[in-house]
């Protein structure tokens, strides 16, 4: 069996069906480029197989049409083919997921090693990054699960995989990315190939659920109070399974979460996270990242998210889709991220959907847990103005100073706020409310201050709304926040 716990059942409720869905009884468009790239990577890349909606003859169906109907074309790039593999795998090995193996090993199995045997002579290599290390998941984890053929072959994949997870998760147990949703994936992929390794009798890696517990951790420093991700970089909510399920997952497998060193901080990710009731802050003082290919950064340097009472009230813009285009734009840009934008430029230079020419010198200077961090922050363009700030709690609440080394001649001070709460200016000052009743009150740096509508991506593929604040100040040279809490509504 794929797991020895319960997890596969709660993957595949095979007592929810949608047999009759006339949907499942039609191909499916799998070379439709009119339905956007995004939609048609998920579609290939099959996670949603493991759906309830799914019954076993159904979801024959749709890898049988896979076979028959794509032999060429965008499901055969790498990526896609990385995370197909792993789904059909997954298929494959729980119980009750498939109708009886008949069938199912004379039509995928085989199409499974063509798709291996392709993909292994197309690693990512050049892209690097988590494109590649989901190259070495798929081969590793098919090569322990599977017998015969390429598979001895593809064994040899483990030992490059091992050494590339020790090269892209940092100490702190950070992916190099910096995304907290990429993160999550992979924490799921990588108990996966521990749970095979274990399903099988395969001899056990250390390393691998040592890799795992230092994930678990370094997750839970950007994870809020409601359970759910920072959106750091190309994150968004929907996508991979929240920390508490990962973490059941983990624990089913004998894997326990493993904190960074200094609690909260995430050194070599540079990110940072502040707790003291009613507060949790999650800081970020990281240039695009990793330097090689920073794919997924955003002009987020020196910005931060925070809940109230367990409710999120400060949130980065989240993530549309990953291919160039206007949305693109607007979730990398500086003024989407709770920062100071200096002289109308931008942090670093984005161009196309995933290049980064200039960058910002970013960085921490201290962090003290639960009690204070600071962070730097020079601009591609602006190099001259260094920007200081200091996040720190008094017995007022958190206060917020920020520092020019040398004055911004124009700076735009950014507050954007998460889909729902609701903001009153009243002059320097402001009041937000939450849906369940929170309220804080803001005192505002020296500057003309309105309130802004603007788009933002909480799930991938879809648009909302939500209010921003945005100062207006010329040569400023410092700027302080106070952010203090007041008493709940009822």
């Not at 997954?90 to 199409?111: D, Q």
């Not at 017998?147 to 147990?173: F, H, K, N, V, Y």
């Not at 996508?239 to 624990?251: D, G, I, K, M, N």
């Not at 020196?302 to 367990?310: A, K, P, R, Y």
């Amino acid at each position: 069996p794929w797991l020895p716990t319960p997890r596969a059942l709660v993957r595949v409720p095979v007592g929810e069906t949608a047999a009759g869905d006339p949907a499942l009884q039609r191909r499916f468009a799998w070379s439709d480029r009119g339905s956007g790239r995004l939609a048609l990577d998920q579609l290939h890349a099959f996670a949603w197989l493991l759906g309830p909606k799914l019954d076993p003859e159904a979801r024959l169906h749709a890898l049988v049409d896979w076979i028959s109907f794509h032999s060429e074309g965008v499901g055969w790039e790498p990526a896609p083919t990385s995370r197909r593999v792993l789904a059909w795998l997954k298929c494959l090995t729980t119980p009750g997921a498939l109708p009886p193996a008949t069938e199912t090993h004379g039509r995928v199995l085989p199409s499974l090693a063509e798709q291996l045997t392709h993909l292994e002579r197309h690693l990512e290599v050049e892209r690097g990054s988590e494109r590649l290390l989901w190259n070495l998941l798929a081969l590793t984890t098919a090569a322990t699960l599977l017998e015969g053929g390429d598979a001895e072959r593809w064994r040899g994949a483990a030992s490059r995989l091992d050494r590339e997870l020790e090269r892209q998760i940092g100490p702190d147990g950070a992916h190099e990315s910096r995304c907290p949703m990429l993160h999550a994936e992979l924490i799921e992929g990588v108990l996966d190939l521990v749970n095979a390794r274990r399903a099988v009798g395969a001899p056990e890696s250390e390393a691998l659920a040592d890799t795992a517990a230092a994930m678990l951790g370094a997750h839970a420093v950007w994870t809020h109070p409601d359970g759910e991700i920072a959106l750091l970089g190309d994150s968004a909510l929907g996508v991979a399974h929240p920390l508490a399920r990962l973490a059941t997952y983990a624990a089913a497998l004998g894997v326990k979460a493993r904190g960074p060193a200094a609690p909260g901080v995430l050194e070599t990710a540079r990110v940072v996270r502040l707790e003291r009731a009613p507060f949790v802050v999650i800081f970020t003082a990281a240039p695009p990242a990793p330097a090689c290919q920073p794919a997924h950064a955003h002009c987020d340097a020196l910005s931060f998210e925070l809940s109230l009472g367990g409710e999120r009230l400060v949130s980065d813009t989240g993530v549309f889709d990953f291919g160039e285009g206007p949305w693109r734009d607007h979730a990398r840009a500086t003024r989407s991220h709770a920062t100071v934008e200096v002289n109308e430029a931008e942090q670093a230079e984005f161009w196309g959907a995933d290049r980064v020419g200039g960058r910002p010198d970013a960085g921490l200077v201290r962090a003290e847990p639960g009690l204070c961090v600071e962070g730097v922050c020079a601009g591609w363009s602006t190099a001259e103005v260094l920007h200081r700030r200091l996040l720190a709690f008094d017995a007022g609440g958190l206060r917020i100073e920020d520092r020019f080394d040398r004055p911004a001649e124009r700076a735009r001070l950014l507050l954007p706020l998460a889909p729902g709460v609701e903001v009153r200016l009243e002059g320097r000052s402001a009041r937000l409310g939450t849906r369940r009743g929170g309220r804080l009150h803001v005192s505002l740096p020296e500057a003309r201050w309105r309130v802004e509508r603007r788009t933002c991506f909480v799930e991938l593929g879809s648009e909302g709304e939500r209010s921003v604040l945005v100062g207006e100040a010329r040569k400023l040279a410092a700027a302080d926040w106070r952010l203090t809490p007041e008493e709940r509504d009822g």
